[in-house]
């Protein structure tokens, strides 16, 4: 018989972070789950409204890198999992300003992992206690089209301020179960897509420009691949790695669907004419635009989840037509949700990074 745990799930608000709350609440509702959380930009209460007054759910705004509030959440709520999901997020706003990337991706995660540590060493939390570090392929830097996928011992080769920060967060989760016998675990998950994602995500702003009518600005040549997950096999991902994976490892999550930035666009474009016909601009592909390339653009990601299928039996049960479809609809269903972000920050934010276009 499975015993409640109690999770404190970090970025909650955010896209994965919310997916993952409500998955949860669905799956082991004898939970607790409290959801830290600073609402940044990309933050949104919103996400959990449904949660809100129900029991063992609660909402804490707050900094991870504020360590009396951690240490006062920690032991009041006697947590013994922390999923910690925050962090910036966005590899063209770490190209932009990066500082804010080094705060909460490195400092806060550092944050966290100090607390848990005194938590954990006070406490008898059990066997099951758990730092869950959620992160990223892209800390393992560029792939050429004949390398083979990343695996666990790819090295770390990070070429973004973003996934910098992220690889010196996982750095730090790793040696503290190395240094301090503290039970971290890091998954490295391939690029998520799915409802709740903030616009300025790739397949988030190409649904909503071709709602609008505005131009799809594409990167270089279109030619950068990325490899595709749709955010619930993420989610029952980290459940399975949660209950059963072994402490101290790391596992890559990916679905095995490498797609071309320029043949994913082009799905989109071509789900939108068949799913919203009053469209502004039809067929959508006219409004593809290639726009100068993103610096330091990683050319290949492909992640190979060998380990966690074969160790911890994990499989991803959407396929990525499905997922696309899925994610097209719910943005077509969603207009309340993403109208009021795309504020005038946001606006004077996409003016930057693509001009008028
Ligand atoms: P997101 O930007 O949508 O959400 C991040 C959340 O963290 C927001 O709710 C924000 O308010 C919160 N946050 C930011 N700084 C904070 C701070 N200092 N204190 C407390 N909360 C803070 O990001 P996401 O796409 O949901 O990604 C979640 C995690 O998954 C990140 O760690 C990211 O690196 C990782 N990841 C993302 C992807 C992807 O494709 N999106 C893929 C692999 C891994």
Request: proline share 5%; charged share 20%; glycine share 8%.
């Amino acid at each position: 018989i499975r015993s409640p745990r109690r999770l404190l799930v970090t970025g909650g608000a955010g896209f994965i972070g919310a997916n993952f709350v409500h998955y949860w609440r669905d799956r082991y509702p004898e939970d607790r789950v409290i959801v830290l959380d600073a609402l940044t930009y990309a933050g949104n209460r919103g996400n959990l409204a449904q949660l809100e007054g129900q029991d063992h759910f609660k909402f804490v705004e707050g900094n991870i890198c504020d360590r009396t509030l951690i240490d006062n959440l920690l032991s009041s709520e006697n947590i013994d999992t922390i999923a910690h999901f925050a962090a910036e997020s966005h590899v063209d706003r770490s190209i932009l300003k990066p500082g804010a990337f080094i705060e909460t991706n490195i400092v806060g995660t550092f944050t966290l992992l100090e607390a848990f540590r005194h938590h954990w060493n006070q406490n008898n939390l059990g066997e099951e206690a758990l730092f869950l570090h959620v992160s990223t392929d892209e800390v393992y830097g560029s792939l050429a089209p004949e390398d083979p996928a990343f695996t666990e011992t790819t090295p770390y080769s990070p070429n973004s301020p973003y996934s910098a920060s992220k690889a010196g967060s996982d750095h730090l989760a790793r040696a503290y179960y190395h240094t301090y016998g503290v039970p971290t675990i890091i998954t490295n998950c391939s690029n998520n897509y799915g409802s709740y994602q903030f616009p300025e995500k790739l397949i988030p702003l190409m649904c909503i420009n071709i709602l609008l009518g505005k131009p799809l600005p594409v990167y270089g040549d279109g030619q950068n691949i990325r490899d595709w997950l749709y955010v619930s096999d993420h989610c029952s991902a980290l459940d399975i790695v949660i209950h059963q994976g072994t402490r101290g490892e790391t596992y890559n999550i990916g679905g095995n669907n490498e797609v071309k930035n320029i043949e994913l666009v082009t799905q989109l474009c071509q789900l939108m004419d068949e799913l919203a016909p009053e469209l502004p601009i039809h067929p959508a592909k006219e409004l593809i635009t290639f726009v100068q390339d993103r610096p330091g653009h990683d050319r290949r990601y492909a992640i190979d989840a060998t380990k966690i299928k074969t160790e911890l039996g994990w499989t991803p049960s959407v396929t990525v037509n499905q997922g696309l479809r899925l994610t097209v609809e719910w943005y077509l269903n969603h207009r309340s949700w993403w109208e009021p972000l795309l504020s005038a920050e946001y606006q004077a934010y996409y003016r930057r990074l693509y001009g008028n276009s």
